[in-house]
């Protein structure tokens, strides 16, 4: 053979936009191990690239430089088949801080193999069993509601619904950056990863579930900080509901209700979280671990929830 199969990367991606936030994501399926150290590179504020079929990752850090000297993403991709002799056998695809999307899929890429470009987004596949995966994960994308990692989901299920990789399963990945270029390079709004599964986008949806209920229990935070105790009671229901398996999150709402003096409502949520908890005396004692090392901005308010409990 001309090639080692750990070159093949058939894929199905997406990159895109959310105009509303700003914040760029690729979200990707194969039938190998791993793709997540693959296929996404992003960086915030400034753009998002996936880079599969005979992947050359090298196209990552090399667009992403084009992309930060404010190139658009059309310009990228010229740029990136230009220099490529193997251009051929490539698939990559480009969205930029302004929501301009481009792609290229070589004429030597393995069949079924196509991507389609659309507003603030683009989508790809190659090695395909059917040739409507890009044409499907498009419509789902489209049509999908949730925040951008939930669109790019829906994106990547219609793909696998529609056939996806001719070989199947094995590792799944999602990524979003923040659409702001002041914060740190490293920031993230979603990175979950599936490196091998023989169901690794449900394993993806699972994760990307309870990410989710993350962000909207920090929105709570952030909200009851700012005086709206009521929203904040609101948004940590809602993230409590979605995702009732991440039982640290009732018993840190609870101190930042009592912290606010509100420990009739901190002892109301934690014991809920506890009935039935083996570890109930644990979470006691660190609340009170909390205390002693100085932690709890409100020591008498979270010792009279020790008391509540």
């Not at 609101?234 to 991440?246: D, I, N, T, Y």
């Amino acid at each position: 053979m001309k090639f080692h199969h750990s070159e093949l990367c058939a894929t199905f991606s997406i990159v895109a936009r959310d105009p509303q936030t700003g914040q760029m994501g690729v979200a990707v399926q194969t039938h190998q191990m791993s793709v997540g150290g693959i296929v996404p590179w992003l960086l915030p504020g400034v753009g998002a690239v996936a880079t599969q079929s005979m992947a050359n990752v090298s196209f990552g850090p090399i667009a992403l430089k084009l992309l930060r000297e404010g190139y658009p993403a059309e310009k990228v991709i010229v740029a990136l088949v230009a220099m490529d002799k193997d251009e051929h056998r490539r698939q990559v695809a480009v969205v930029d801080k302004e929501g301009r999307a481009a792609a290229h899929t070589g004429s030597g890429c393995i069949a079924y193999a196509t991507h389609q470009t659309g507003e603030g987004y683009s989508v790809q596949a190659n090695m395909m069993t059917h040739d409507t995966v890009a044409q499907a994960m498009a419509l789902a994308y489209e049509h999908a509601s949730g925040d951008l990692a939930q669109r790019m989901m829906s994106a990547l299920e219609a793909a696998q619904a529609e056939g996806g990789d001719i070989r199947g399963m094995q590792s799944a990945a999602l990524r979003v950056v923040p659409g702001d270029a002041t914060g740190p390079e490293w920031a993230w709004v979603y990175d979950v990863r599936v490196d091998e599964s023989d169901t690794p986008l449900d394993d993806l949806a699972r994760l990307v579930r309870l990410r989710h209920a993350s962000l909207v229990d920090h929105e709570g935070n952030r909200v009851l900080n700012a005086g709206q105790k009521d929203e904040a009671l609101r948004l940590w229901g809602e993230a409590r509901a979605e995702a009732p398996e991440l039982e640290e999150m009732p018993f840190w709402q609870a101190l930042e209700l009592a912290d606010h003096g509100d420990v009739a409502n901190a002892a109301s949520i934690l014991q809920a979280a506890m009935v039935n908890d083996p570890r109930r005396d644990y979470w006691i004692d660190l609340i009170q671990r909390l205390i002693d090392c100085g932690l709890i901005e409100n020591p008498t308010a979270a010792a009279e929830l020790i008391a509540a409990l």
